[in-house]
């Protein structure tokens, strides 16, 4: 009987999502989690990652001066994933007005 190593299944779906050209499942999670260390922590209080396809992170916020403000760091927060979190996950970022709760 031929045995594989026992693997996590984390670990066997980023494999899986690199070998089809897709960022990794858990991209969006890891850069959740270091939000407030990429962007500052006044930045993250008015917004926050909302979704990560096809290397585009789009970033919800507060309201429309937040997206013209954020316009002008984009490139300077695409460099910070890059560095931080991983090469090749972010490659642009948008930014949208999140709609009220």
Same mark, same amino acid.
């Given at each position: 009987?031929?045995?594989?190593?026992?693997?996590?299944?984390?670990?066997?779906?980023?494999?899986?999502?690199?070998?089809?050209?897709?960022?990794?499942?858990?991209?969006? =999670?890891?850069?959740?989690? *270091?939000?407030? @260390?990429? !962007? $500052?922590?006044?930045?993250?209080?008015?917004?926050?990652?909302?979704?990560?396809?096809?290397?585009?992170?789009?970033?919800?916020?507060?309201?429309?001066?937040?997206?013209?403000?954020?316009?002008?760091?984009? =490139?300077?927060?695409?460099? *910070?994933?890059? @560095?931080? !979190? $991983?090469?090749?996950?972010?490659?642009?970022?948008?930014?949208?007005?999140?709609?009220?709760?």
């Amino acid at each position: 009987m031929n045995e594989r190593p026992v693997r996590r299944l984390g670990d066997a779906l980023n494999d899986v999502a690199r070998s089809l050209g897709m960022p990794e499942p858990d991209g969006l =999670s890891r850069i959740m989690a *270091a939000w407030s @260390e990429l !962007v $500052g922590e006044a930045v993250a209080r008015h917004a926050r990652p909302g979704r990560l396809r096809d290397h585009v992170l789009t970033v919800e916020v507060d309201g429309g001066e937040w997206v013209t403000q954020l316009r002008y760091l984009e =490139s300077s927060m695409v460099s *910070a994933i890059t @560095e931080r !979190v $991983g090469a090749g996950l972010v490659e642009r970022v948008t930014f949208v007005v999140a709609r009220p709760v």
